[in-house]
């Protein structure tokens, strides 16, 4: 049974960084695309970055660009998300999923498409 467990988030004040990770096991990790999603408040699940098997390929939505980047590490299993420059918009329960799906160096944006998911992690930024 493969399990996704996020950590990292936290309350951090408007232009302020946090690093979250997702630590993995029970799935053939370095196989599969990996993303981070988020959900405010009383808003549908989006999409917030991913990263494919090798790293050959990232992904973002337009409102992080140049403020996250994605990253993993195949020999440890994880995945982490550094965010800088936050905003109180990107106050969200922030998750880490797994695609299982061979997609070589696609990274889709859909949570159907996503197979696994941790609880998800807190984040907070105050204005």
């Known amino acids: 049974q493969a399990q996704l467990v996020e950590s990292g988030g936290g309350l951090v004040q408007t232009g302020g960084s946090l690093r979250l990770s997702c630590a993995t096991s029970?799935?053939?990790?370095?196989?599969?695309?990996m993303a981070w999603f988020r959900q405010g408040s009383g808003q549908e699940r989006e999409f917030v970055a991913g990263?494919?098997?090798?790293?050959?390929?990232?992904l973002y939505t337009d409102s992080v660009k140049g403020r996250f980047i994605i990253s993993r590490d195949n020999a440890k299993n994880t995945v982490s998300l550094q965010m800088n420059s936050l905003k109180h918009e990107d106050t969200a329960v922030y998750y880490c999923?797994?695609?299982?799906?061979?997609?070589?160096?696609?990274?889709?944006?859909?949570?159907?498409?996503?197979?696994?998911w941790g609880q998800g992690t807190q984040v907070t930024v105050s204005s």
């Open positions: 999923a797994a695609d299982l799906r061979p997609r070589n160096r696609v990274v889709v944006r859909t949570p159907p498409d996503y197979d696994y």
């Open positions: 029970g799935l053939s990790f370095s196989r599969y695309t």
């Open positions: 990263v494919n098997w090798d790293s050959s390929t990232t």
